[in-house]
């Protein structure tokens, strides 16, 4: 019986601890958000968008983790709080950043907002694009490709910027949904948002019940097919992009991004991890995986989606095979009668 009561009071002491170490930083970050996420402060470096803080990981350490240095009387005291170092937690890139071509020239700030940081896995390849067209403008982006690169707008709106520029590696199929006219590039294509979804389906039901159907959080070919064949998404558009799992920050130009097989490779097994990514309310989005293979059938699974050299279509080898196959029987047929024939011809 003593044994017991002593068990149930070490319990409830233990959680009133696990309370009390937990509650100063939500404290903390409630009382900094009373003030810094005020409408009235949008616009200036002090204001916090509260929803997109809430997604980064940041949000999980509590405000006071960076912000270490306040002054008990902030902000009555009225003194500027030194700005923090990302190298105290980010020492390896940090040291990885410094040496890259934009170590002398880009913070981490002026790349990565830390109250609106995401993980990479929420993102689309624009999300990253669009914090590299902050400094580097996209027309120039595509005059300076295009003077080696074939269809250089088309690679600019199908890859991130870190695929070519970084040392980045393991890289996956990821399929965005747009929705537009026409499927070129700059045509007026834009990208589908979740209110967009939510109109076409039932009330509570998941966005992503739209091509996954059983619910079973994976996409198989036959789900793409009849994804493609309903006329009530016509309009919409599945835009591939080769994306990164592990990033680098070593900013460079790589000499092997400028040999085509880099993306273009052949074989079987190539960039077989696929996905499709499912907008959130919040503005992230949802990756599911796509079946293996599946991704590589136009015709059947994905006919917006085509990467030349490594995309297959079953029908379209068949009939390939079937083309050489009779190219290959013609001579064979026509050496083997005129073989058999030989005594005749003589004879006549």
Same mark, same amino acid.
């Given at each position: 019986?003593?044994?017991?009561?002593?068990?149930?009071?070490?319990?409830?002491?233990?959680?009133?601890?696990?309370?009390?170490?937990?509650?100063?930083?939500?404290?903390?970050?409630?009382?900094?958000? /009373?003030?810094?996420?005020? $409408?009235?402060?949008?616009?200036?470096?002090?204001?916090?968008?509260?929803?997109?803080? !809430?997604?980064? +990981?940041?949000?999980?350490?509590?405000?006071?983790?960076?912000?270490?240095?306040?002054?008990?009387?902030?902000?009555? =005291?009225?003194?500027?709080?030194?700005?923090?170092?990302?190298?105290?937690?980010?020492?390896?890139?940090?040291?990885?950043?410094? $040496?890259?071509? #934009?170590?002398?020239?880009?913070?981490?700030?002026?790349? #990565?907002?830390?109250?609106?940081?995401?993980?990479?896995?929420?993102?689309?390849?624009?999300?990253?694009?669009? &914090?590299?067209?902050?400094?580097?403008?996209?027309?120039?982006?595509?005059?300076?490709?295009?003077?080696?690169?074939? &269809?250089?707008?088309?690679?600019? /709106?199908?890859?991130?910027?870190?695929?070519?520029?970084?040392?980045? !590696?393991?890289?996956?199929?990821?399929?965005?949904?747009?929705?537009?006219?026409?499927? +070129?590039?700059?045509?007026?294509?834009?990208?589908?948002?979740?209110? /967009?979804?939510?109109?076409?389906?039932?009330?509570?039901?998941?966005?992503?019940?739209?091509? =996954?159907?059983?619910?079973?959080?994976?996409?198989?070919?036959?789900?793409?097919?009849? %994804?493609? $064949? =309903?006329?009530?998404?016509?309009? *919409?558009?599945?835009?591939?992009?080769?994306?990164?799992?592990?990033?680098?920050?070593? %900013? &460079?130009?790589?000499?092997? @991004?400028?040999?085509?097989?880099?993306?273009?490779?052949?074989?079987?097994?190539? &960039? !077989?991890?696929?996905?499709?990514?499912?907008?959130?309310?919040?503005?992230?989005?949802?990756?599911?995986?796509?079946?293996?293979?599946? *991704?590589?059938?136009?015709?059947?699974?994905?006919?917006? %989606?085509?990467?030349?050299?490594?995309?297959? +279509?079953?029908?379209?080898? *068949?009939?390939?095979?079937?083309?050489?196959?009779?190219?290959?029987?013609?001579?064979?047929?026509?050496?083997?009668?005129?073989?058999?024939?030989?005594? @005749?011809?003589?004879?006549?």
């Amino acid at each position: 019986m003593h044994k017991e009561k002593g068990i149930f009071s070490f319990l409830v002491l233990a959680t009133l601890f696990l309370l009390l170490a937990t509650a100063p930083a939500e404290a903390t970050k409630k009382s900094c958000q /009373d003030c810094h996420a005020k $409408k009235s402060l949008e616009g200036t470096p002090l204001y916090i968008d509260s929803a997109k803080y !809430q997604l980064t +990981s940041h949000s999980h350490l509590g405000c006071e983790a960076c912000h270490d240095k306040m002054s008990k009387r902030h902000p009555t =005291d009225k003194v500027r709080p030194p700005k923090v170092s990302c190298k105290e937690c980010h020492a390896e890139i940090f040291a990885e950043h410094a $040496k890259s071509e #934009h170590g002398n020239y880009a913070g981490c700030t002026d790349c #990565h907002n830390p109250h609106a940081v995401r993980p990479l896995a929420t993102l689309t390849a624009r999300d990253l694009n669009v &914090q590299c067209e902050k400094c580097h403008n996209h027309s120039k982006i595509v005059l300076s490709h295009a003077k080696w690169l074939p &269809q250089a707008p088309l690679h600019i /709106d199908a890859l991130p910027c870190i695929s070519c520029h970084t040392g980045s !590696q393991n890289y996956i199929i990821l399929l965005n949904m747009a929705t537009g006219v026409s499927r +070129s590039v700059g045509s007026g294509l834009r990208p589908i948002i979740f209110n /967009d979804l939510r109109l076409l389906l039932p009330e509570g039901e998941k966005v992503s019940t739209l091509i =996954d159907n059983n619910g079973d959080g994976k996409i198989s070919l036959e789900e793409l097919k009849k %994804f493609n $064949k =309903d006329s009530r998404y016509r309009h *919409i558009k599945l835009l591939g992009t080769m994306m990164p799992e592990v990033v680098t920050h070593t %900013f &460079q130009t790589l000499d092997n @991004r400028y040999d085509c097989t880099f993306c273009h490779a052949s074989g079987p097994n190539v &960039q !077989q991890a696929s996905f499709i990514a499912f907008p959130e309310p919040d503005g992230t989005y949802r990756r599911l995986p796509v079946e293996k293979g599946a *991704i590589m059938d136009m015709l059947y699974g994905t006919p917006d %989606f085509y990467m030349i050299g490594f995309t297959r +279509s079953t029908t379209l080898s *068949i009939i390939g095979a079937l083309i050489v196959a009779g190219g290959l029987m013609v001579p064979i047929l026509h050496g083997t009668l005129r073989f058999l024939t030989r005594r @005749r011809r003589k004879e006549g």
